[in-house]
């Protein structure tokens, strides 16, 4: 009876003991069923029974034998369950190239892991992958490297050594591929170096070009300097003499079948604890300089899951990533860690050859390069196998591989491009032109061809055509917001001031005097400043809503920055802008109609069609632009035609309306313009005595009574047909005569 009680009670013990047990789900992928997330397992689960822990370590793995899932698929995999923020896994083991992109779905561990534990990782160069914003997400889990691997059956047979740089290899597997050649060995091969059209290529390429930096200590040589040159040319080299493209394009299985044959010289592959055969470092350009990809897993905890599950998970993660776990991993399985100082212990490497580990010289993949590392890593590899497997010329491709993270500037320096420096050559040779310009407007022998407007109207008008010009010249140059905005601003400005003066004088020498003519006579300046009021508050409003920069336009595989308006506030904002500027053209050109035979205009008023007309096709260029969205199908073209659109309205305003008036003294034209001048000085003078009482005149009565459209147009039509005031005195004439007195 005693017995049988003791039994329920220990069964009792054991289910509530089972019920408290806690699961942790991990997820991973690898190409081999025996791999070391089984390892992990197993120590883990003893480890959680010895000490009582009641958490059980469960590592879902995708294999080759288990799922069609490979590397791809599997990143697409974990993609879907962060976005869907499952709680379905708690761990997940990932490439280490994808942490920029899971990182903002896992548990930020600096608050939860010791600053001891993380010690151990923080100097290592697996470290870069494990950190995203500032913040430990990942520690690496599982550590890949390239090595060489060797024959030493080939090496004895021919009395060869090991090599140490790419020549000694290259020297090497060309005499013993020539003799086993000689035997009609002809499956055997020399050098596989794995440059495939997979991320292994990627992984090959990187590598080999580290190899061959300058020094121990140099960084990742540039990419067009000439230490890659040399790189790609031994690559090339390497292929042609002692492989062929066949098999430098074959993938892992290829190796792999020749690793079981064992008909090869030398493999470069990952270290894997079951080949058995010797292996080194990498070669380089200069002994003792190697090269090889960081491969591996990194593991993160799942944000997402309840404080239970994070504990627990966090109890397996500190496990798996200590050094006790890490050591027991090379000592026990032969598998790599990423910790430095078990290469360094006497009893771990007593059976491991651990002098190439400690002297590997570890490259990370440039995953922050980019936002899309897996289509950067694709492009990458395609272009410089244009070389190493085409016929492109080493530079070129090398120059596309570039312009994959180059931005590229509009700078005045000619090696960037020739736009930058043309725009601002004539933006210069022009602002100084029309600076000087305004010069004449006090020389005496041009005086009597600037009297369509006052001294002060035509400095306005002419610094507007500056003012336009120069927004040219505000992308040059990195680009900042606020120089997305200015361009704006200058334009909209610039055109206020270029064409309201214009505005200004058709306006008081309209056929009939008017209240509106009189007020804005005797207000000129407040006229003015209202349109630039105006132009201030609707640009104002677009700083709501600023411009972002972004830098994803590409044009012939180039890169550049962009000034983007992503927000729909904001583009409203500038088709106001357009319309508001288009609604001042079309009220010039009613005025140009109804003013057109007026004699006090004489030939001035032809030449404001030729402006109105081109800025009317600036505006619709401007609206073509942004229909077609040519900034981002083609943003070169379109910066191209923004550019030589401004430079032609700015100039061919201020030709039309101001430089011809320069060079009218210099053509034989000269005693028919003094003429019209001096009569239009006696009407001047006439309507002085009489412009007091014209203010006071009141408006036609037959202007306010036409109501209908038909009366309308007919008013209209009489006033096009007129070649004078009706009034005593025409309120241009007056303008004219009174900024005369003002002029400074």
């Keep these: 009876m005693i ?52 958490i059980v370590l469960n590592i879902n793995t995708f294999t080759k034998e288990n799922s069609t899932v490979v590397v791809n698929q599997y990143e697409s995999v974990l993609e879907f369950l962060f976005k869907k923020k499952s709680t379905k896994y708690e761990l997940y083991f990932y490439d280490n190239i994808f942490t920029s992109k899971y990182g903002p779905y896992l548990l930020k561990l600096d608050d939860w892991v010791s600053k001891e534990h993380i010690d151990m990782y923080k100097d290592l160069v697996p470290a870069k992958t494990c950190i995203y914003k500032g913040k430990w997400v990942s520690f690496p889990i599982k550590t890949d490297i390239s090595v060489l691997y060797y024959n030493d059956k080939y090496l004895n047979k021919y009395n060869k050594s090991v090599p140490k740089t790419w020549n000694e290899l290259l020297e090497t597997a060309k005499y013993i591929y020539d003799k086993e050649k000689e035997l009609n060995n002809t499956e055997f091969i020399a050098y596989n170096g794995l440059f495939s059209y997979t991320e292994l290529g990627m992984c090959s390429l990187y590598e080999f070009i580290y190899s061959y930096r300058d020094s121990l200590n140099s960084s990742f040589p540039d990419i067009q300097s000439p230490q890659v040159v040399e790189a790609l040319k031994m690559i090339k080299k390497l292929k042609d003499t002692i492989s062929s493209d066949e098999i430098f394009q074959k993938v892992e299985e290829f190796s792999e079948e020749y690793f079981s044959s064992g008909n090869f010289l030398f493999q470069k592959f990952w270290y894997y604890p079951w080949f058995n055969y010797n292996f080194t470092i990498l070669p380089g350009n200069h002994e003792n300089i190697s090269g090889s990809a960081l491969g591996g897993y990194n593991l993160g905890i799942n944000k997402y899951i309840n404080d239970e599950k994070k504990n627990a998970a966090l109890t397996v993660f500190k496990f798996l990533t200590s050094y006790e776990m890490q050591r027991k991993l090379l000592h026990k399985y032969k598998y790599l860690t990423s910790i430095p100082k078990v290469y360094e212990d006497e009893e771990v490497c007593a059976n491991f050859n651990c002098d190439p580990l400690r002297r590997v010289q570890i490259i990370e993949r440039p995953t922050n390069k980019t936002n899309n590392y897996s289509i950067y890593s694709e492009k990458f590899r395609n272009y410089i196998y244009e070389y190493v497997y085409g016929n492109k010329k080493v530079n070129e491709v090398l120059e596309k591989v570039n312009n994959l993270t180059k931005i590229h500037i509009f700078s005045i320096n000619p090696k960037d491009n020739l736009l930058g420096l043309v725009t601002f050559i004539i933006v210069m040779i022009c602002l100084i032109a029309m600076l000087l310009s305004i010069s004449l407007l006090y020389i005496q022998k041009f005086k009597p061809f600037f009297c369509f407007l006052s001294n002060d109207y035509w400095i306005i008008f002419v610094l507007g055509s500056c003012i336009i010009i120069s927004s040219s010249i505000t992308e040059i140059g990195y680009l900042y917001v606020y120089k997305c905005h200015l361009k704006i601003i200058l334009l909209c400005i610039g055109y206020t001031m270029n064409i309201v003066p214009l505005l200004y004088k058709l306006v008081i020498n309209f056929p009939e005097e008017n209240k509106i003519s009189i007020l804005i006579l005797n207000h000129r300046y407040i006229f003015l400043m209202c349109f630039i009021f105006l132009d201030f508050v609707i640009n104002g409003l677009n700083f709501i809503t600023p411009y972002q920069i972004t830098s994803n336009t590409i044009v012939n595989e180039k890169k550049y920055y962009v000034c983007e308006m992503r927000h729909n506030f904001g583009k409203a904002i500038q088709n106001i802008l357009i319309i508001y500027k288009i609604l001042i053209a079309f009220i ?157």
């Design 588 to 744: 010039i050109i009613l005025l140009i109609f109804i003013e057109w035979n007026m004699s006090n205009l004489h030939k001035d008023i032809k030449f404001f069609v030729s402006v109105i007309s081109m800025d009317i096709a600036f505006f619709i260029i401007l609206i073509s632009l942004q229909i077609n969205n040519i900034k981002k199908k083609d943003y070169l073209a379109y910066r191209y035609i923004l550019t030589f659109t401004t430079l032609i309205l700015s100039v061919t305003n201020y030709v039309f309306i101001y430089g011809l008036n320069i060079i009218r003294p210099f053509i034989k034209l000269e005693n028919e313009e003094l003429s019209f001048h001096n009569a239009q000085k006696q009407q001047n003078n006439k309507s002085e005595q009489s412009c007091s009482l014209s203010i006071k005149s009141p408006l036609d009565s037959s202007s306010r009574s036409s109501t209908n459209f038909h009366s309308i147009v007919q008013k209209l039509t009489e006033y096009h047909y007129r070649s004078e005031s009706n009034s005593s005195g025409s309120l241009s004439s007056f303008s004219d005569n009174f900024n005369k007195n003002i002029d400074f």
């Design 3 to 54: 017995l049988q009680i003791i039994i329920l009670v220990l069964l009792l013990s054991k289910l509530s003991s089972t019920e408290k047990q806690i699961v942790i789900n991990g997820i991973a992928n690898t190409c081999y069923s025996d791999d070391v997330y089984s390892k992990y397992t197993k120590e883990f689960n003893n480890y959680s029974k010895k000490n009582n822990l009641n």
